[in-house]
C-alpha cells in the first residue's frame, strides 16, 4: 500500500474539473471530478459504489505517475498519467476547463496545476 498514490490520488479528486480517463484493452472509461476517496488494503476507490460511476484503483500495480504537459495546435493539455511497471499508461487525471472562451489560459487553474506539481514533483515513484 503506497500511501504517496493514495495522496496524490486525494489531492486531485477534491479539484473540480478533472477527466479521469482509464484505458483498458477496446474499452474507454471518463469519471469526473470532485470524488470521493478511500482506500482498504490495496484497493483505492474513487466514487461511491452506489453511483453510476466509480471506479476501483489496485495500488500494487501503479508504478509511477507523471505531469504531463502536452502542447496541441491550439492549446496545451494538462494531466497527471499512472503508469504501471510496464510503462503503460493505466489512469490519467486531465485538467478540464484550462481555458476561457477566447481560448486564453486561465491563470488561476493553471496555478492549481502547478502547485500539485510542485508538491509531488514531475514524476513520482511508487
Do not use: C
Not at 479528486?13 to 490495496?42: C, D, Y
Not at 492549446?75 to 472562451?101: E, G, I, P
Amino acid at each position: 500500500m503506497d500511501v504517496l498514490l493514495f495522496e496524490l490520488l486525494s489531492d486531485i479528486v477534491k479539484i473540480e474539473n478533472i477527466l479521469f480517463v482509464v484505458k483498458s484493452g477496446g474499452a474507454t472509461s471518463e469519471v469526473r471530478s470532485p470524488l470521493s476517496i478511500r482506500q482498504r488494503e490495496k484497493w483505492i476507490t474513487l466514487g461511491e459504489n452506489d453511483d453510476p460511476a466509480h471506479m476501483h484503483i489496485d495500488s500494487e500495480l501503479i508504478n509511477y505517475a507523471e505531469f504531463v504537459q502536452e502542447e496541441k495546435p491550439e492549446r496545451t493539455s494538462f494531466s497527471v498519467r499512472f503508469y504501471n511497471k510496464d510503462n503503460q499508461r493505466v489512469l490519467a487525471a486531465f485538467f478540464t476547463k484550462m481555458y476561457d472562451d477566447s481560448k486564453t489560459l486561465i491563470p488561476e487553474r493553471k496555478k492549481i496545476y502547478e502547485q500539485l506539481n510542485e508538491k509531488f514533483s514531475s514524476k513520482i515513484n511508487f
